[in-house]
């Protein structure tokens, strides 16, 4: 029987960071399959025949993981009318209008966000019935908690607006005015504006291939409302590009995983479902943040969440809670200390996505409870303006990546797509600059170092994810996931981070993006 031949390589002549303490610099770097081979930093290999390959200076990476990304509607986003950056309601409708008309469809847009234009004012159904006439329209805002609807569209719906959880912003006369928010705004997507699977399976391909151009290797999905991991299966059968997905699930289907007694993990190494997702509260950019002076939407009481994380640790469920306001996040940091003695003995990692507005009494809190912080340094810089005029009273524990670092939390980022771009190397650079134009840091006494930022985004993902033995660093065993750049981010002067640029990307000891030779 003839014997199975490894593909082999050797990457040399070049820097790579392994973001392991006990090896941080090799000077080569040894792969067989899919797996780091053995000899990590020298050519003591038992590789046969070895492709060698030049490295010309460049660095080797961990391939990049984005905790926090809603990819199927991140790749959906890229086929649809673009209003982030409208200063102006007059600008976010003159993109509307010159964006053309789906035969027989939907007129779908993301990004706007009225607390950024100028004269404030809030949109409304005639506002878009001007340009859109009798064609629905549905535009979801920045943060996706809020959709602006023209009056075909809101004719869908015949009425029934009203959920639990959600707002209908309305006139002084009692009607709609097209604005819908957090739970109403959502069902009225699930019901209203569904998305067939095959136009889900071709955005998605061509998102992978973008996010894989920009480094990206694995991803934590949150778009298990919309049967994301079914689309990301799919995806697979089809032949499609990977990436390595680490998939939620709505909190929702808990009774479901009960009564069958599935436990989290359940998948493969490109697709594994493992975590609950939950919602504490709205968004800064829709106002329904839930802060400590009672204002925002809560969405669900840390009496709630408590039960959901007791029920789901039963069954080796970790829970990822939604928490933006102050309100919100101490809630969650209530209810994970109560309950503490049912997932810690599990090593369950539970997280709380955003923590953009923190109490400072709470901020030490996350590492004294076990809870890991998955947050977006691209957020900082984005909110800055809507913070400062927002929660001016509430700064100090607004976006403080320095001190839940200094803390001892763990801290794991990503970019909350199609919130901000997926784009780790943005979203390094706004964590260790705090902007992302030519305006100066802003609150830089919270900015993180190359290195933390690098750990956030490589290391810590797979950490939360229970793979912090096959990803995350680049050692022997490890799956061979990298990033090839043109140079070395932690040796390059912090003003030249915006110039640092993906050369290659590698899933599996595989060439994923832009082979060599380059």
């Given amino acids: 029987m003839r014997p199975h031949k490894v593909w082999a390589v050797i990457l040399e002549n070049g820097t790579v960071r392994t973001l392991d303490p006990s090896l941080p ?17 020298t050519h003591e290999t038992a590789l046969a025949s070895p492709e060698v390959i030049d490295l010309g200076g460049r660095t080797v990476l961990p391939g990049f993981s984005d905790a926090h990304v809603h990819f199927p509607t991140w790749a959906m986003a890229q086929r649809q009318i673009d209003l982030d950056g409208c200063s102006t ?6 993109r509307v209008a010159g964006g053309g008309r789906p035969a027989g469809g939907v007129i779908r847009a993301y990004g706007w966000r009225s607390g950024d234009w100028s004269p404030a004012v809030e949109p409304t159904r005639q506002d878009l019935d ?4 009798t064609t629905p329209a549905a535009l979801i805002s920045k943060d996706y908690h809020s959709l602006w609807l023209n009056s075909a569209a809101l004719a869908l719906a015949n009425g029934d607006l009203e959920v639990a959880g959600g707002v209908v912003e309305r006139a002084d006369n009692g009607e ?9 705004a959502w069902r009225f997507k699930e019901r209203h504006l569904s998305i067939p699977d095959d136009e889900y399976g071709d955005a998605m391909r061509e998102g992978v291939r973008l996010a894989l151009s920009r480094g990206v290797t694995s991803v934590h999905d949150k778009d298990g409302w919309l049967g994301a991991a079914r689309l990301w299966q ?8 990977c990436l390595r997905v680490w998939q939620s699930l709505p909190h929702e289907h808990l009774p479901a995983l009960e009564a069958i007694g599935v436990r989290s993990g359940i998948g493969d190494n490109f697709l594994r479902i493992g975590y609950l997702k939950v919602f504490m509260d709205g968004t800064l950019g829709s106002q329904t943040a839930l802060l400590l002076d009672g204002t925002g939407v809560e969405i669900t009481t840390a009496d709630e969440l408590a039960d959901i994380v007791s029920r789901g640790s039963r069954l080796g469920w970790p829970v990822a809670v939604h928490a933006i306001g102050d309100r919100a996040n101490r809630n969650a940091l209530d209810a994970f200390e109560r309950t503490a003695d049912e997932w810690w003995p599990h090593g369950l990692r539970p997280r709380i996505e955003h923590a953009q507005c923190l109490a400072p009494e709470d901020v030490s809190r996350f590492a004294s409870i076990g809870v890991a912080a998955s947050v977006q340094f691209s957020h900082a ?7 400062e005029r927002l929660w001016t009273d509430r700064l100090d524990g607004a976006y403080a990546w320095r001190s839940l670092l200094d803390s001892g939390a763990v801290v794991a980022n990503g970019s909350d797509a199609p919130i901000e771009e997926l784009d780790p190397l943005a979203g390094i650079r706004a964590g260790v600059l705090r902007t992302l134009d030519v305006r100066p840091a802003w609150r830089p006494e919270q900015a993180t170092t190359v290195e933390e930022a690098l750990h956030a985004t490589c290391v810590a993902p797979a950490w939360l994810a229970g793979d912090e033995r096959r990803r995350g660093r680049l050692l022997p065993g490890f799956l061979a996931d990298l990033v090839v750049l ?13 110039e640092v640029s993906v050369v290659a990307t590698m899933v599996g000891g595989r060439w994923a993006h832009n082979p060599p030779p380059w």
Wanted: charged fraction near 30%; aromatic fraction near 0%.
């Fill in 486 to 498: 043109d140079r070395d981010p932690l040796t390059c002067p912090p003003e030249e981070l915006s």
């Fill in 381 to 387: 810089p984005s909110d800055r303006d809507l913070a």
């Fill in 130 to 133: 001007a340009v859109t006439g």
């Fill in 89 to 94: 309601l007059e600008e976010a409708l003159s």
């Fill in 234 to 241: 799919r995806l697979r059968e089809r032949g499609g590009p």
């Fill in 25 to 41: 610099v090799a000077r080569a770097l040894a792969i067989a399959g899919d797996r780091i081979a053995g000899g990590v930093g």
């Fill in 176 to 184: 709609p005015t097209g604005v819908l928010r957090e739970e109403a």
